[in-house]
């Protein structure tokens, strides 16, 4: 049995002008990095909670989440290197804020991608 592969022309003219998005275009890469931090459900949960306090000990997570510290201290970090949140060491703890700023940021350009 041997297989055809079906080669199809593109249109000599587009139905409709395109225009494509350089990969550094707009923040793209930036607002990539944010959205890939948010996608998972655990760091959502996580700024979910941190936004509903002033600040929060990194120490007040773990027990809640039922998650091992290590994986709370990987969550927190994809987090603020997405700029999503802001942390800040006192003593032995580390105490955690969303930066506001950031995340309305990150509605405006995905509200400017779809309209």
Same mark, same amino acid.
């Given at each position: 049995?041997?297989?055809?592969?079906?080669?199809?022309?593109?249109? #000599?003219?587009?139905?409709?002008?395109? *225009?494509?998005?350089?990969?550094?275009?707009?923040?793209?890469?930036? +607002?990539?990095?944010?959205?890939?931090? /948010?996608?998972? $459900? +655990?760091? @959502?949960?996580?700024?979910?909670?941190?936004?509903?306090?002033?600040? /929060?000990? $990194?120490?007040?997570?773990?027990?809640?989440?039922? @998650?091992?510290?290590? +994986?709370?201290?990987?969550?927190?970090?994809?987090?603020? $290197?997405?700029? /999503?949140?802001?942390?800040?060491? *006192?003593?032995?703890?580390?105490?955690?804020?969303?930066?506001?700023? #950031?995340?309305? #940021?990150?509605?405006?350009? /995905?509200?400017?991608?779809?309209?």
């Amino acid at each position: 049995m041997t297989s055809e592969i079906e080669v199809i022309e593109a249109p #000599a003219k587009l139905c409709c002008p395109v *225009k494509v998005i350089a990969p550094d275009d707009e923040g793209i890469g930036e +607002t990539a990095a944010v959205f890939k931090a /948010l996608s998972d $459900e +655990t760091r @959502l949960r996580i700024l979910k909670t941190v936004s509903h306090m002033t600040t /929060l000990c $990194e120490c007040n997570l773990v027990p809640e989440f039922g @998650l091992s510290q290590p +994986t709370i201290s990987y969550h927190l970090k994809v987090l603020r $290197e997405a700029g /999503l949140i802001t942390s800040e060491r *006192k003593g032995q703890w580390v105490y955690h804020r969303v930066n506001e700023k #950031a995340v309305l #940021a990150a509605v405006r350009r /995905l509200s400017e991608i779809v309209g």
